[in-house]
Protein backbone atom coordinates (compact mmCIF):
# COMPACT_ATOMS: atom_id res chain seq x y z
CA UNK A 1 0.00 0.00 0.00
CA UNK A 2 1.26 3.87 -0.61
CA UNK A 3 2.09 5.76 2.17
CA UNK A 4 0.11 8.50 3.69
CA UNK A 5 -0.33 9.89 7.50
CA UNK A 6 -3.22 10.40 9.58
CA UNK A 7 -3.78 11.15 13.00
CA UNK A 8 -6.03 9.13 15.69
CA UNK A 9 -9.30 11.51 16.17
CA UNK A 10 -9.50 11.16 20.53
CA UNK A 11 -12.83 11.36 21.92
CA UNK A 12 -12.72 12.45 25.48
CA UNK A 13 -15.31 11.26 28.05
CA UNK A 14 -15.94 13.29 31.02
CA UNK A 15 -16.14 11.66 33.82
CA UNK A 16 -17.51 13.44 37.04
CA UNK A 17 -16.57 12.36 40.19
CA UNK A 18 -19.35 12.43 42.95
CA UNK A 19 -18.33 14.95 45.77
CA UNK A 20 -18.95 14.69 49.57
CA UNK A 21 -20.91 17.46 51.07
CA UNK A 22 -19.63 18.45 54.29
CA UNK A 23 -21.87 20.24 56.86
CA UNK A 24 -19.75 22.92 58.34
CA UNK A 25 -22.10 24.94 60.06
CA UNK A 26 -23.10 22.27 62.61
CA UNK A 27 -22.49 24.09 66.13
CA UNK A 28 -20.73 21.61 68.35
CA UNK A 29 -22.49 21.15 71.79
CA UNK A 30 -21.37 22.41 75.15
CA UNK A 31 -19.39 19.47 77.63
CA UNK A 32 -21.91 19.47 80.18
CA UNK A 33 -25.05 18.43 77.48
CA UNK A 34 -22.61 15.64 76.32
CA UNK A 35 -21.98 14.56 79.43
CA UNK A 36 -25.59 14.40 80.27
CA UNK A 37 -26.46 12.34 77.20
CA UNK A 38 -23.68 10.16 77.76
CA UNK A 39 -25.24 9.40 81.05
CA UNK A 40 -28.82 8.78 79.60
CA UNK A 41 -27.16 6.31 76.64
CA UNK A 42 -25.75 4.18 79.49
CA UNK A 43 -28.78 4.20 81.73
CA UNK A 44 -30.72 3.28 78.82
CA UNK A 45 -27.95 0.39 77.68
CA UNK A 46 -28.35 -1.21 81.30
CA UNK A 47 -32.41 -1.02 81.28
CA UNK A 48 -32.32 -2.80 77.84
CA UNK A 49 -29.77 -5.58 79.25
CA UNK A 50 -31.94 -5.86 82.33
CA UNK A 51 -35.07 -6.44 79.67
CA UNK A 52 -33.43 -8.90 78.08
CA UNK A 53 -32.19 -11.15 80.68
CA UNK A 54 -35.92 -11.64 82.31
CA UNK A 55 -37.27 -12.49 79.06
CA UNK A 56 -38.57 -9.07 77.69
CA UNK A 57 -41.46 -9.93 79.71
CA UNK A 58 -44.04 -9.66 76.70
CA UNK A 59 -45.22 -13.23 76.93
CA UNK A 60 -43.12 -14.34 73.80
CA UNK A 61 -41.53 -17.52 74.14
CA UNK A 62 -38.14 -17.43 75.84
CA UNK A 63 -36.32 -18.00 72.64
CA UNK A 64 -38.09 -15.36 71.08
CA UNK A 65 -37.42 -12.82 73.46
CA UNK A 66 -33.66 -13.02 72.45
CA UNK A 67 -33.64 -10.15 70.58
CA UNK A 68 -35.37 -8.48 67.37
CA UNK A 69 -36.07 -10.57 64.44
CA UNK A 70 -36.51 -9.01 60.78
CA UNK A 71 -38.84 -10.33 58.62
CA UNK A 72 -36.41 -12.05 55.87
CA UNK A 73 -38.33 -9.69 53.33
CA UNK A 74 -37.67 -6.49 55.16
CA UNK A 75 -34.44 -5.80 53.77
CA UNK A 76 -35.39 -6.11 50.28
CA UNK A 77 -38.53 -3.98 50.68
CA UNK A 78 -35.82 -1.52 51.93
CA UNK A 79 -33.81 -1.67 49.48
CA UNK A 80 -36.42 -1.73 46.55
CA UNK A 81 -37.56 1.33 47.86
CA UNK A 82 -34.83 3.30 47.80
CA UNK A 83 -33.60 1.65 44.20
CA UNK A 84 -32.07 -0.59 44.58
CA UNK A 85 -31.32 -3.55 42.79
CA UNK A 86 -32.46 -6.79 43.84
CA UNK A 87 -29.91 -9.31 45.21
CA UNK A 88 -28.89 -12.68 44.12
CA UNK A 89 -26.99 -15.06 46.22
CA UNK A 90 -23.37 -14.31 46.94
CA UNK A 91 -24.35 -10.25 46.81
CA UNK A 92 -24.81 -10.69 42.96
CA UNK A 93 -26.86 -8.17 41.38
CA UNK A 94 -30.08 -10.14 38.95
CA UNK A 95 -28.65 -8.04 36.38
CA UNK A 96 -25.18 -9.54 36.65
CA UNK A 97 -26.10 -12.98 36.64
CA UNK A 98 -28.28 -12.70 33.76
CA UNK A 99 -25.15 -11.35 32.25
CA UNK A 100 -23.08 -14.26 33.10
CA UNK A 101 -25.33 -16.65 31.92
CA UNK A 102 -25.89 -14.92 28.45
CA UNK A 103 -22.16 -14.48 27.76
CA UNK A 104 -21.66 -17.64 26.58
CA UNK A 105 -24.72 -17.34 23.73
CA UNK A 106 -22.61 -13.94 23.17
CA UNK A 107 -19.71 -15.18 22.39
CA UNK A 108 -21.15 -17.87 20.37
CA UNK A 109 -22.74 -15.70 18.14
CA UNK A 110 -19.86 -13.46 17.95
CA UNK A 111 -18.05 -16.51 16.60
CA UNK A 112 -21.10 -17.39 13.99
CA UNK A 113 -20.62 -13.84 12.84
CA UNK A 114 -16.91 -13.93 12.23
CA UNK A 115 -16.97 -17.42 10.58
CA UNK A 116 -19.73 -15.73 8.39
CA UNK A 117 -17.91 -12.98 7.10
CA UNK A 118 -14.38 -15.07 6.59
CA UNK A 119 -16.46 -17.50 4.33
CA UNK A 120 -17.76 -13.97 2.39
CA UNK A 121 -14.24 -12.68 2.18
CA UNK A 122 -13.14 -15.96 0.77
CA UNK A 123 -15.36 -15.44 -1.51
CA UNK A 124 -14.65 -12.16 -2.80
CA UNK A 125 -11.39 -12.72 -3.05
CA UNK A 126 -11.92 -15.90 -5.01
CA UNK A 127 -12.79 -13.86 -7.99
CA UNK A 128 -10.79 -12.32 -10.53
CA UNK A 129 -8.77 -9.41 -9.78
CA UNK A 130 -9.52 -5.95 -11.37
CA UNK A 131 -7.79 -6.08 -15.08
CA UNK A 132 -8.83 -9.34 -15.57
CA UNK A 133 -12.27 -7.78 -17.55
CA UNK A 134 -12.40 -7.32 -21.40
CA UNK A 135 -14.88 -5.75 -23.17
CA UNK A 136 -15.76 -6.65 -26.69
CA UNK A 137 -17.82 -4.17 -28.82
CA UNK A 138 -18.98 -4.76 -32.29
CA UNK A 139 -21.08 -8.03 -31.90
CA UNK A 140 -24.13 -9.04 -34.36
CA UNK A 141 -27.42 -9.73 -32.21
CA UNK A 142 -27.31 -12.87 -32.40
CA UNK A 143 -24.15 -13.38 -30.81
CA UNK A 144 -24.24 -15.65 -27.96
CA UNK A 145 -22.16 -16.06 -25.03
CA UNK A 146 -21.19 -19.40 -26.09
CA UNK A 147 -20.02 -17.64 -29.28
CA UNK A 148 -17.51 -15.19 -27.42
CA UNK A 149 -16.81 -18.17 -24.68
CA UNK A 150 -15.19 -20.08 -27.66
CA UNK A 151 -13.41 -17.23 -29.16
CA UNK A 152 -11.51 -15.99 -26.04
CA UNK A 153 -10.95 -19.05 -24.58
CA UNK A 154 -7.85 -19.88 -26.53
CA UNK A 155 -6.11 -16.61 -24.27
CA UNK A 156 -6.59 -18.54 -21.12
CA UNK A 157 -9.30 -19.75 -18.25
CA UNK A 158 -12.35 -18.00 -18.67
CA UNK A 159 -14.41 -16.77 -15.52
CA UNK A 160 -17.82 -15.52 -17.05
CA UNK A 161 -19.13 -13.77 -19.98
CA UNK A 162 -21.59 -11.49 -20.07
CA UNK A 163 -23.46 -10.31 -23.24
CA UNK A 164 -25.46 -7.09 -22.24
CA UNK A 165 -29.29 -7.01 -23.40
CA UNK A 166 -31.86 -4.28 -23.89
CA UNK A 167 -34.38 -4.13 -21.22
CA UNK A 168 -37.31 -3.64 -23.18
CA UNK A 169 -36.28 -5.96 -26.43
CA UNK A 170 -34.31 -8.50 -25.21
CA UNK A 171 -31.29 -7.92 -27.87
CA UNK A 172 -28.14 -7.57 -27.25
CA UNK A 173 -26.38 -3.79 -27.37
CA UNK A 174 -23.91 -5.31 -29.54
CA UNK A 175 -20.90 -5.29 -27.01
CA UNK A 176 -20.01 -7.69 -24.56
CA UNK A 177 -17.63 -8.35 -21.32
CA UNK A 178 -15.28 -11.00 -20.92
CA UNK A 179 -14.00 -11.97 -17.71
CA UNK A 180 -10.85 -13.94 -16.91
CA UNK A 181 -9.37 -15.38 -14.26
CA UNK A 182 -6.13 -13.29 -14.61
CA UNK A 183 -4.62 -10.04 -15.83
CA UNK A 184 -2.56 -12.04 -17.67
CA UNK A 185 -5.31 -13.95 -19.78
CA UNK A 186 -6.88 -10.67 -20.35
CA UNK A 187 -3.95 -8.59 -21.57
CA UNK A 188 -3.46 -11.78 -24.41
CA UNK A 189 -6.98 -11.34 -25.32
CA UNK A 190 -6.86 -7.50 -26.25
CA UNK A 191 -3.23 -8.29 -28.20
CA UNK A 192 -4.37 -11.73 -30.17
CA UNK A 193 -7.92 -11.04 -31.09
CA UNK A 194 -8.20 -7.52 -31.65
CA UNK A 195 -8.19 -8.10 -35.60
CA UNK A 196 -10.95 -11.22 -35.23
CA UNK A 197 -14.23 -11.40 -36.70
CA UNK A 198 -17.09 -12.59 -35.68
CA UNK A 199 -20.60 -14.07 -37.43
CA UNK A 200 -18.90 -10.94 -40.22
CA UNK A 201 -18.73 -8.34 -37.47
CA UNK A 202 -14.85 -7.37 -36.88
CA UNK A 203 -14.67 -7.07 -33.20
CA UNK A 204 -13.02 -4.63 -30.79
CA UNK A 205 -10.86 -5.51 -27.82
CA UNK A 206 -10.00 -3.48 -24.87
CA UNK A 207 -9.33 -3.32 -21.40
CA UNK A 208 -12.86 -2.94 -19.09
CA UNK A 209 -13.26 -0.18 -16.89
CA UNK A 210 -14.49 -1.83 -14.04
CA UNK A 211 -14.39 -0.36 -10.97
CA UNK A 212 -12.37 -1.08 -8.22
CA UNK A 213 -11.25 2.14 -6.50
CA UNK A 214 -12.94 4.32 -3.44
CA UNK A 215 -13.49 8.02 -2.77
CA UNK A 216 -13.76 8.46 1.33
CA UNK A 217 -14.42 12.23 2.65
CA UNK A 218 -14.48 13.50 5.43
CA UNK A 219 -11.57 11.94 6.86
CA UNK A 220 -10.47 13.40 10.41
CA UNK A 221 -7.61 15.45 8.97
CA UNK A 222 -5.56 14.57 11.93
CA UNK A 223 -5.56 11.01 11.45
CA UNK A 224 -2.20 9.20 9.57
CA UNK A 225 -2.28 6.63 7.19
CA UNK A 226 -2.12 3.74 9.63
CA UNK A 227 -5.14 4.80 11.62
CA UNK A 228 -7.37 5.01 8.40
CA UNK A 229 -6.31 1.56 7.28
CA UNK A 230 -7.46 -0.04 10.62
CA UNK A 231 -10.59 1.23 10.16
CA UNK A 232 -10.44 0.27 6.35
CA UNK A 233 -9.38 -3.50 6.95
CA UNK A 234 -12.21 -4.17 9.45
CA UNK A 235 -14.80 -2.97 6.51
CA UNK A 236 -13.87 -5.76 4.42
CA UNK A 237 -11.52 -7.35 2.25
CA UNK A 238 -8.93 -6.76 -0.69
CA UNK A 239 -7.19 -3.61 0.10
CA UNK A 240 -4.12 -3.19 -1.94
CA UNK A 241 -3.42 0.92 -1.53
CA UNK A 242 -4.64 3.85 0.17
CA UNK A 243 -3.99 7.37 -0.94
CA UNK A 244 -4.56 9.92 1.82
CA UNK A 245 -3.22 13.13 0.92
CA UNK A 246 -1.26 15.32 3.20
CA UNK A 247 -1.96 19.37 3.71
CA UNK A 248 0.58 20.92 1.99
CA UNK A 249 0.52 23.96 4.27
CA UNK A 250 0.90 21.32 7.22
CA UNK A 251 2.44 18.11 6.51
CA UNK A 252 1.20 16.69 10.31
CA UNK A 253 -2.14 17.29 8.65
CA UNK A 254 -4.35 15.22 5.71
CA UNK A 255 -6.69 17.20 3.53
CA UNK A 256 -9.79 14.88 4.63
CA UNK A 257 -10.10 12.47 2.02
CA UNK A 258 -8.59 9.50 0.08
CA UNK A 259 -8.82 7.21 -2.41
CA UNK A 260 -8.67 3.30 -1.90
CA UNK A 261 -7.66 0.76 -4.43
CA UNK A 262 -9.21 -2.33 -4.06
CA UNK A 263 -8.33 -6.19 -5.29
CA UNK A 264 -11.48 -6.36 -7.81
CA UNK A 265 -14.95 -4.65 -8.18
CA UNK A 266 -16.66 -7.39 -5.60
CA UNK A 267 -14.30 -6.62 -2.70
CA UNK A 268 -14.77 -2.57 -3.61
CA UNK A 269 -18.54 -2.84 -4.38
CA UNK A 270 -19.19 -4.37 -0.85
CA UNK A 271 -16.70 -1.96 1.27
CA UNK A 272 -18.58 0.38 -0.09
CA UNK A 273 -21.94 -0.35 0.70
CA UNK A 274 -20.75 -0.94 4.21
CA UNK A 275 -18.96 2.14 4.29
CA UNK A 276 -22.42 4.06 2.98
CA UNK A 277 -24.05 2.72 6.05
CA UNK A 278 -25.73 5.16 8.39
CA UNK A 279 -24.53 4.21 11.56
CA UNK A 280 -20.62 4.00 10.03
CA UNK A 281 -18.20 6.68 11.42
CA UNK A 282 -14.65 7.73 10.97
CA UNK A 283 -13.87 8.76 14.24
CA UNK A 284 -17.20 10.92 14.94
CA UNK A 285 -17.45 11.98 10.98
CA UNK A 286 -19.42 10.83 9.00
CA UNK A 287 -17.89 10.04 5.78
CA UNK A 288 -18.62 10.36 1.63
CA UNK A 289 -17.96 7.00 0.01
CA UNK A 290 -18.02 6.71 -3.57
CA UNK A 291 -16.35 5.12 -6.26
CA UNK A 292 -13.44 7.44 -7.78
CA UNK A 293 -12.65 8.46 -10.80
CA UNK A 294 -11.09 6.14 -12.82
CA UNK A 295 -9.11 8.26 -15.53
CA UNK A 296 -6.02 8.77 -13.56
CA UNK A 297 -4.29 9.59 -9.82
CA UNK A 298 -5.40 12.02 -7.12
CA UNK A 299 -4.14 14.96 -8.21
CA UNK A 300 -4.82 14.60 -11.91
CA UNK A 301 -7.88 17.31 -12.58
CA UNK A 302 -10.51 14.43 -12.76
CA UNK A 303 -9.72 13.63 -8.68
CA UNK A 304 -9.89 17.38 -8.11
CA UNK A 305 -12.77 17.95 -9.76
CA UNK A 306 -14.02 14.63 -7.88
CA UNK A 307 -13.32 16.55 -4.73
CA UNK A 308 -14.38 19.90 -5.09
CA UNK A 309 -17.96 18.20 -5.57
CA UNK A 310 -17.95 16.51 -2.48
CA UNK A 311 -17.45 19.31 -0.78
CA UNK A 312 -13.87 18.88 -0.11
CA UNK A 313 -11.92 21.28 -2.57
CA UNK A 314 -9.03 23.01 -1.43
CA UNK A 315 -11.12 25.99 0.03
CA UNK A 316 -13.96 23.82 1.62
CA UNK A 317 -11.00 21.87 2.95
CA UNK A 318 -9.51 24.07 5.40
Not at 31 to 39: A, T
Not at 67 to 90: Q, R, S, T, V
Amino acid sequence: MSEHEASPDVLDDDHEEDEEQVDLDGEVEPEEMIDDEVEDVVDGEEDEKQEIEEGLDLGMPEEEGSGYHEEPYAENEIGAENGEHDKADGGESIEAVHMEENAPHQEEEIEQKDEKDAVKHDELLSRPPHGSEVFVGGITQDTTEDDLRALCSSCGDIYEVRVLKDKETSQNKGYAFVTFTTRESAEKAIETLGASELKGKKLRFSQSQSKHRLFIGNIPKGWDKPELEKILVEQGPGIESVELLKDPKNPERNRGFAFVDYYNHACAENARKVMSRASFRLGSNVPTVSWADPRGGPDTPAAMAQVKCHGWGPFLCE
